[in-house]
């Protein structure tokens, strides 16, 4: 499966909006952009929304990401690349 | 769905147990057939391994024989849910030496601040092996920055069988981690004859059956997934479907899904994972799935959201969830897991105090309801355990007095590795402070936060949970992500409360004038004291302990050094 950059991005991006917005509605929209250079525990992520961002992402790409892949990826973009890298 | 495939093929062989210890843990599998462990993947689709209870024994007596480390020395292992960390684990219990389970990475990021916390408990408490599964091994490898991490043993490495240690006799047991608020990582000595009175006392309590079954997704590096998951499983003799935490935290509906299948009937949560799954799961339709033989969901390890934890009821009513089977309980690692347990089938009942009365640690029953606060029972003591409510100065508190929680008896541990014993000279049975604040209503025990954390203001005694929740329910501060403390000011003359709340990121300047505003108003309303300051924080500024919980002391520190980032706005008052 290709997926070109930009939907990646795209994805990456409402996944983490959701993410770091514990009280919007998973079926609504999602909220303010947030940066993809930032690193996820200064956007307020703890451990365990860390997990369910990358359960969230695996659903959405159809992918497993192994633990000692994923402990690497610190912020948006590092995701970005990694699934640009596995999915083109 | 149901599980007869998976029952392991060759029939069960007889064990001769050969010291003690293996007695407490096998004792049972040995004398009335052995049960199985049912161990699942990540992967959903991955069908979970079996392995009964006397192959379990032969792997461990295996790690045993092969582990580099000598008797009484403690080791470090990375508690994934996997059979090579569990042989390491009960391996080392098993030659003498001293497990300490520690967190494995999960989720995003994070190498860099994990492999530091992995050193510095190294340090700490003296340990000079640590035990990798294979799938982790690369994050250990090379030098790293920091602190270097001790010696590695892959776990895939370990024998599969050995003789076992004859003889040895029931000492310390392991090293449990607490993630407490200080920096330095603690090490809690838990000795077989603490493991043996809780649990005996846990079962005996949850009416425990042959035919029970226990399911867990529950951290093995956590004391309530070890002990109250796997050594539990292994004393009583009982089969365990265990998950990895992942597999929770990704998809919750796994767990629902492996008490169905398993006709799971005991099955434990920090209290965190009750109101997490009714989020996830609440537009889910669960009416296909069957957990009516679930008797026991234990919730505890944390203080607990009555409303929270009905909205969970509801959400799996549909699946045949019956609420009496919610059970709160009150524990602490320093005294092995469980303290007091609610009656069985009862489920969560709540009581309604007065807060003026808390304020001057009164314990007071109302029907007020701007006066009230709602507190959940946690059930009477088990049995061997004494708990008396003392001051500050540790002197008994009268009736109806909050009071400091001070225990003791058989399951209270020794004390932390590396620091003076609890215990004087000669003593057998010691006093344990737990730091908590605690009551008692109607027979009952209700715990009301943690000592150091109360924020003592014009002579009344505040939680700092009333000024966090009244700043929660303002629209635009972050939920569970405010941290109320007292600072010393001596134009008062008393300690001051300070509430510090992270706000969303897209507020605008403009609307964070109004939010400190509204959590001011808000926090004086409900508690009557004037908070000194609010300080709005970026996301991600007030610290948390590993498993999630706000550090108020830690925040304290960093606020009166000027370092909280992102401090914005609502100055001093």
């Known amino acids: 499966m290709t997926v070109p950059k930009a939907e990646i991005e795209a994805q990456v991006q409402a996944a983490l909006a959701f993410a770091c917005d514990e009280s919007a509605e998973p079926s609504g929209a999602a909220g303010g952009e947030v940066d993809l250079a930032s690193d996820f525990e200064s956007l307020g992520l703890d451990s365990v929304g860390r997990v369910e961002l990358l359960a969230r992402l695996e659903d959405t790409f159809e992918l497993h990401v192994p633990p000692d892949d994923a402990i690497h990826l610190n912020t948006g973009r590092d995701v970005v690349r990694y699934l640009a890298r596995r999915l083109t | ?573």
Not at chain 2, 269 to 298: I, T
Not at chain 2, 366 to 374: L, V, Y
């Open chain 2, 1 to 573: 769905m149901t599980p007869p495939s998976m029952a392991p093929a060759e029939p069960a062989t007889r064990v001769e147990l050969c010291s003690p210890v293996e007695e407490l843990y096998f004792g049972a599998a040995a004398a009335r057939g052995a049960r199985t462990l049912y161990l699942y993947a990540d992967d959903p689709r991955a069908e979970p391994q079996a392995i009964r209870y006397d192959e379990l024994l032969r792997r461990a007596r295996g790690a045993a024989a092969s582990l580099q480390v000598e008797a009484g020395q403690p080791f470090l292992v990375l508690a994934t849910s996997e059979l090579e960390s569990i042989s390491a684990i009960l391996g080392g219990m098993l030659l003498g030496a001293l497990p300490v389970p520690c967190a494995p990475p999960a989720g995003l990021g994070g190498l860099s601040g994990w492999r530091a916390r992995l050193a510095e408990t190294a340090e700490a408490l003296g340990a000079q092996l640590l035990v990798v599964p294979q799938g982790l091994a690369s994050l250990v490898e090379g030098e790293g920055e920091g602190q270097p991490l001790p010696p590695v043993q892959l776990a895939s490495d370990l024998a599969s069988e050995g003789p076992g240690v004859p003889g040895l006799e029931r000492g310390l047991s392991h090293l449990q981690l607490t993630s407490g608020s200080t920096a330095a990582p603690k090490g809690v000595q838990i000795l077989h004859s603490n493991l043996e009175a809780n649990l005996f006392h846990i079962g005996w309590s949850s009416g425990v059956e042959a035919e029970d079954v226990v399911v867990s997704w529950l951290p093995l590096f956590h004391d309530m997934g070890l002990v109250g998951c796997l050594l539990f499983a292994l004393y009583w003799n009982l089969d365990l479907a265990l998950l990895p935490p992942t597999a929770f935290l990704s998809r919750p509906i796994r767990w629902l899904e492996a008490v169905d299948r398993h006709r799971g009937s005991l099955s434990p949560a920090p209290a965190f994972a009750y109101p997490y799954l009714a989020r996830r799961l609440r537009d889910r339709d669960l009416s296909h799935l069957d957990l009516s033989s679930w008797k026991v969901a234990y919730c505890g390890a944390e203080p607990i959201h009555a409303a929270a934890v009905e909205r969970f009821c509801e959400v799996l009513a549909p699946a045949k969830f019956a609420p009496g089977t919610m059970l709160p309980c009150y524990g602490l690692a320093e005294a092995t897991l469980a303290v007091s347990f609610n009656p069985l089938g009862r489920g969560l009942e709540k009581v309604s105090l007065s807060r003026s009365a808390l304020t001057e640690h009164r314990i007071v029953k109302t029907t007020d309801p701007q006066d009230s606060t709602s507190v959940v029972l946690l059930g009477p003591l088990l049995p061997e355990v004494q708990l008396e409510l003392r001051d500050s100065h540790g002197q008994p508190v009268g009736p109806d007095q909050v009071g400091q929680v001070w225990l003791r008896g058989p399951t209270v541990t020794p004390g932390y590795q590396d620091r003076p014993p609890l215990a004087a000279e000669g003593e057998s049975f010691p006093w344990l402070d737990t730091g908590d604040l605690g009551g008692w209503v109607d027979g009952e025990l209700v715990v009301l936060g943690r000592s150091k954390d109360v924020i003592i203001a014009f002579g009344k005694n505040h939680s700092p949970v009333e000024f966090e929740r009244a700043a929660e329910s303002v629209s635009g501060v972050r939920p569970g992500a405010t941290a109320a403390f007292a600072v010393p000011n001596s134009r008062a003359g008393t300690e001051v409360p300070v509430l510090c709340c992270e706000v969303r990121a897209e507020e605008s300047d403009w609307s964070r004038g109004a939010i400190a505003c509204l959590v001011r108003e808000t926090a004086t309303g409900r508690t009557g004291v004037r908070p000194h300051h609010v300080a709005l924080l970026e996301p991600g500024s007030i610290p948390r302990t590993t498993s999630g919980k706000v550090r108020r002391a830690k925040t304290r520190d960093l606020y009166l050094s000027g370092r909280l980032a992102g401090s914005t706005s609502g100055a001093p008052s």
